[in-house]
């Protein structure tokens, strides 16, 4: 196929006009976002092929796919040298016998290997399994024994939170560093696994208000959701340099940071280290970030830094994006005075795949709202027998399904995944929300015990098991509490065994437990010792509600 004959083909996505969201609304069609991809014509599915491979065969391959900034560290890379070091990483996994199917965990820091380590598994057709950089051993462990994973992408630093003999599936670990290492010699023939789009290919796991996190597989058929939302909502354009903030091991890290810019050929940007405002605006102004895709935590951060953006060169940025929890109409305002930039709210989550929920560029915000449905999507407000109500009513969240990004499965439960499916022809978010008569969306909370810190989903049941593991721990109870920076902190209310006596020691010591097995976001900021916690009557199951409201009563005397 030719280029002009390929170009011709996507300006099929290109003619909707997206100043007129209604008619687009109603006249999108998803088989028009699958025409930008190369499979619809060739009909070989991969959606690794599609991120780096395409762009190379189509000329593109000296453009520059990726700029790396750690601290005083500087590397970039074209999508040669990305085709290239991900054939290198997908043979390595050949020559370990890794098969379509298979399931491969990448545990690494934010950096080019991560990246490379995800496409890599994805081309020889494996399901992908990144893992955020600061779980500790037990999350690591729960993880890869839940979907029985047989292959790790590490690094020598990060594999000392990997408990090996507790994870009995695991066959092989590889160490980004030796990898590299290894001689490179030019793949023979092409490494790509064409699949089918139903096949799995990259697997989150992510926390509920009951038990442990479940595994989100996603199928190869997200890419399509993937590419239009990447042109359409992050408004990716060809000089772009596009940066999200987030690490591949959340849903956000992947989609956004990785799949949804790759498949529309941005410049990406990789930024290790911690969060820091003078770290972050230098980026922006010596990179010359257009795109940036952040969390309201991170913007609530940077506005309690005071001017200091002052002295930065931001005039690079056009577009600003936001996901996670709610953007706080403050966070809104002080851009648009300070940046001359509205900031984008989208929603969706790590089940739906993709942005379900948005701004696009050109409409009209309303600070306080979500946005409105991707054309594609239709939002339905609930009762809590399933059927929809009047505009501006609170309710159940949910979402006609299905679309090309929803979740296939939840690895190993199929009750789990039937359970967001309870109404025929919904998805049930959990979320509860109104709908205006524009189409507006405003988020009102959640309908479960789920916490939201800092953008990260955290589930109490998680957090309360790690807790009486300790043994001065009896009975645990744990909450989110609004917090003006996190949007919410884990709070955990607990009773102490006998012979166990309250101290700041012992709390800090508790608190250290659980960030040392779980991992430092799921860790109580706050602990309180009860002498006893709200039960129901009947099951004398712990009342999270109870505590919550107790909580908020205290915040608002
Ligand atoms: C939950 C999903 C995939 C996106 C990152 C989080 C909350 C998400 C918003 C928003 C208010 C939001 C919801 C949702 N959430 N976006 N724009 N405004 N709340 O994905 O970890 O799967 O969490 O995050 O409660 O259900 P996640």
């Known amino acids: 196929m030719s280029a002009k004959e390929i170009n011709e083909i996507k300006a099929i996505a290109g003619s909707y006009n997206l100043e007129n969201y209604d008619q687009v609304k109603d006249t999108f069609e998803w088989e028009d976002a699958a025409k930008e991809l190369s499979y619809f014509q060739t009909g070989k599915v991969n959606a690794a092929y599609e991120t780096i491979d395409r762009h190379v065969e189509e000329g593109y391959g000296d453009k520059i796919a990726l700029h790396y900034i750690n601290g005083d560290e500087r590397k970039s890379l074209t999508f040669n040298e990305v085709k290239h070091q991900t054939d290198h990483y997908a043979q390595v996994l050949k020559d370990h016998g890794v098969q379509k199917g298979d399931r491969v965990f990448v545990f690494l820091p934010k950096t080019p290997a991560c990246y490379i380590s995800i496409l890599a598994v994805i081309k020889i057709g494996a399901i992908a399994g990144p893992l955020f950089e600061a779980f500790m051993e037990e999350a690591v462990k729960d993880r890869i024994n839940d979907c029985k994973g047989t292959v790790l992408i590490t690094d ?14 695991l066959e092989t670990i590889l160490f980004a560093e030796e990898i590299d290492a290894l001689p490179q010699a030019p793949a023979k023939e092409s490494l790509v696994e064409w699949v089918d789009l139903e096949d799995g290919l990259i697997i989150h796991y992510t926390s509920g208000s009951t038990g442990k996190p479940k595994g989100v597989l996603h199928a190869h058929r997200s890419m399509i959701h993937h590419i239009i939302s990447g042109k359409w909502v992050l408004d990716i354009q060809e000089d772009d340099v596009y940066w999200c903030t987030s690490h591949p091991g959340w849903v956000t890290g992947s989609v956004y940071g990785l799949f949804a810019p790759w498949l529309n050929r941005a410049t990406i940007v990789i930024q290790g280290g ?22 309201p935590t991170a913007f609530r951060m940077l506005l309690s830094q005071g001017e200091i953006f002052k002295e930065y060169d931001l005039s690079s940025l056009r577009h600003i994006l936001s996901v996670g929890e709610p953007l706080n109409p403050e966070v809104i305002h ?41 054309p594609g999507i239709t939002v339905g407000i609930l009762d809590s027998e399933g059927n929809e109500l009047p505009r501006g009513s609170v309710g159940q969240l949910a979402i006609r399904a299905p679309w090309p990004g929803l979740m296939k499965e939840i690895w190993g439960n199929k009750d789990k995944f039937n359970s967001y499916f309870l109404y ?58 609004p917090d003006p920076i996190r949007g919410e902190i884990v709070k955990a209310f607990i009773t102490l065994r006998t012979g166990f006596v309250e101290s700041e020691a012992l709390l800090e010591e508790i608190r250290l437990f659980v960030r040392k097995n779980l991992s430092a976001h799921a860790a109580p900021r706050e602990i309180e010792v009860v002498d006893e916690l709200p039960k129901t009557k009947i099951s004398g199951k712990i009342l999270r509600r109870k505590l919550k409201e107790q909580e908020l009563q205290k915040l608002h005397a």
Do not use: C
């Not at 000392?160 to 507790?166: E, F, G, L, N, S």
């Not at 770290?279 to 990179?287: F, M, P």
């Not at 989903?457 to 807790?467: A, D, H, M, Y």
């Open 334 to 374: 002080w851009a648009w005075n300070n940046l001359g930039l509205r900031i984008h709210d989208t929603w969706w989550m790590t089940e739906t795949g993709g942005h379900l929920i948005v701004n696009l560029p050109n409409e009209k915000i309303k600070p306080g709202s979500m946005g409105r449905p991707f």
């Open 274 to 295: 911690r969060f820091k405002a003078e770290n972050w605006y230098q980026l922006i102004a010596e990179l010359k970030v257009t795109t940036w895709y952040s969390a």
């Open 424 to 481: 025929e022809g919904w998805y049930i978010s959990g979320d509860l929300a109104l709908q205006d008569e524009e189409g507006y969306v405003f988020f009102q909370g959640r309908s479960d015990d789920m916490i939201n810190s800092a953008g990260e989903r955290i589930g109490p049941f998680e957090v309360e098991s790690k807790l009486i593991e300790h043994p001065a721990v009896s009975e645990a109870g744990v909450v989110g509490k």
């Open 156 to 169: 020598k630093e990060l594999v000392k939170r990997v408990p090996q003999k507790d994870i009995p599936s």
